[in-house]
């Protein structure tokens, strides 16, 4: 083998072993670990959402009795 096959077979073994961190055999791997992050990214986004719009109902309300009371 020549200086070239070598290089080319190491560089293979390095992406080799960086996929397999990657994807994680038998392991969790850091798409599993981000793809889990982001879902409970997304589930938090959701209830704040809902927590606002709560919020802005309860608003409205709460300014529609003041001017009802007003009069």
Do not use: C, N, W
């Amino acid at each position: 083998m020549d200086d070239f096959e070598v290089t080319v077979l190491s560089d293979l073994a390095a992406l080799k072993s960086q996929m397999a961190a990657l994807i994680g055999l038998g392991q969790p791997g850091r798409l599993t670990t981000l793809e889990q992050r982001l879902e409970r990214h997304e589930i938090y986004m959701q209830r704040m959402k809902g927590l606002m719009g709560a919020l802005f109902v309860l608003m409205t309300a709460t300014h529609i009795i003041v001017d009802y009371l007003k009069r």
